[in-house]
């Protein structure tokens, strides 16, 4: 008698996590160093974050290409998803049942434009991750079939994290770019977008239903370009001008292709405000300071790359910034909760956890 009961309840929980299991939606990832997880370790890039102190409060304590000292955006979502991370789309790993998980195509230092990020030599550009994306599904067709493998991709959630680097490393990267010589900046903006618009309807094309499009930061405001751009420690005007009028033209983008397909594809993730909370009041989020990088050198530890050497700060909960470009796992953490519940002014027009509420496909 007591044997069966243990060995039902045991079954029960077998089929409960066979069912978890076969619910769990796979994740899609593309975009930038903001969400890169490891694929620019396999390329020949200067763009890549291999070396410690990156990855030191990481469970392995090692570095693996995240550009955090610890978890990064999507693998804090992955954990909201219930999932593992997808493994970066040219790890090894990647094959087999792993494949069924999704996959992530980030690399550092790309942007929306091809010439964007040039100087990091050999990345994957947007282009790129999106044929990659292709290949992945012909991979995945060969292990269950050409059906299930759109029904997959269809019912995933995708993230791409795109078009900073349009700005600080195109645009704004010198004084007199040839970007900022052909365009004013309204221009630019309209031509970046007409670019983003056709990658995100060649995203849609390739099957993809659920797409969080995230905008750009508060460029203005991150260590690098306090170093660089200003001397008070005040963010600096002329980049927050681009994010401000980038980043509302970015939202009616995604609302127009949504209205032409007719369903909700595009979901807007408004990062210029969830970042500028913080960043406003560093304190009520239990950050010392939201101007100074944890791992850097030079004025707010701003001035090039975080590496054995630079400073390092003892605790990396109390930071906003973990390197001169990039938010600490805790600032990350304030980012995905609004991700995950945030009201209309954070997710247009709906937030993750009223999707993932809405998509039953029992
Ligand atoms: C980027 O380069 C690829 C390959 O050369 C090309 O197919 C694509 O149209 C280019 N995209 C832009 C926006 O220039
Ligand atoms: C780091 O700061 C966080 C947040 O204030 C705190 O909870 C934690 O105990 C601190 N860790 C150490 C090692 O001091
Ligand atoms: C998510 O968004 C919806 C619709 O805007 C809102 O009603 C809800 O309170 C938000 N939070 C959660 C947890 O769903």
Redesign the pocket.
């Known amino acids: 008698m007591e044997t069966s009961f243990v060995l039902l309840a045991s079954l029960i929980v077998a089929i409960g996590s066979l069912a978890t299991h076969s619910e769990a939606r796979a994740f899609f990832v593309f975009g930038d160093s903001l969400v890169d997880n490891g694929n620019n370790n396999y390329l020949a890039t200067t763009a890549r974050a291999d070396s410690p102190p990156y990855g030191i409060d990481y469970p392995t304590r090692q570095p693996t290409g995240r550009f955090s000292n610890g978890l990064n955006l999507p693998d804090i979502l992955s954990e909201q998803l219930g999932t593992e991370s997808p493994l970066p789309y040219l790890s090894p790993k990647l094959k087999g049942q792993n494949l069924l998980v999704g996959a992530n195509f980030a690399s550092a230092g790309i942007g929306i434009l091809n010439d964007t990020g040039f100087q990091f030599l050999n990345v994957i550009r947007m282009y790129r991750q999106l044929q990659y994306f292709e290949q992945y599904q012909q991979q995945v067709s060969k292990l269950i079939g050409p059906a299930q493998t759109n029904q997959l991709v269809n019912q995933a959630v995708v993230l791409i994290t795109v078009g900073g680097n349009d700005f600080v490393n195109n645009y704004y990267l010198v004084p007199f770019s040839s970007r900022s010589r052909q365009f004013s900046l309204p221009d630019y903006i309209l031509f970046v977008l007409s670019e983003y618009e056709k990658l995100l309807m060649r995203l849609y094309e390739l099957g993809a239903r659920r797409v969080l499009v995230t905008g750009t930061g508060p460029m203005g405001c991150v260590p690098a370009e306090l170093a660089m751009r200003s001397r008070t420690g005040s963010c600096d005007p002329e980049l927050q001008r681009a994010a401000g009028l980038y980043n509302p033209q970015l939202n009616q983008l995604l609302s127009a292709l949504n209205s032409d397909i007719g369903a909700n594809v595009f979901i807007a993730v408004n990062t210029e405000r969830m970042n500028n909370d913080f960043i406003s009041d560093p304190r009520a989020y239990?950050f010392v300071t939201s101007k100074v990088a944890c791992c850097g050198q030079g004025p707010f530890n701003g001035l090039g790359l975080c590496t054995p050497l630079s400073n390092l700060c003892?605790?990396r909960?109390?930071y906003a910034f973990w390197d001169p470009f990039h938010p600490s796992e805790r600032a990350n953490r304030f980012i995905v909760q609004q991700i995950m519940t945030g009201s209309n002014l954070y997710m247009n027009p709906m937030n993750l956890s009223s999707i993932l509420a809405m998509d039953s496909w029992a």
Request: hydrophobic content about 20%; proline content about 20%; aromatic content about 0%.
């Open positions: 239990g003892p605790n909960s109390l």
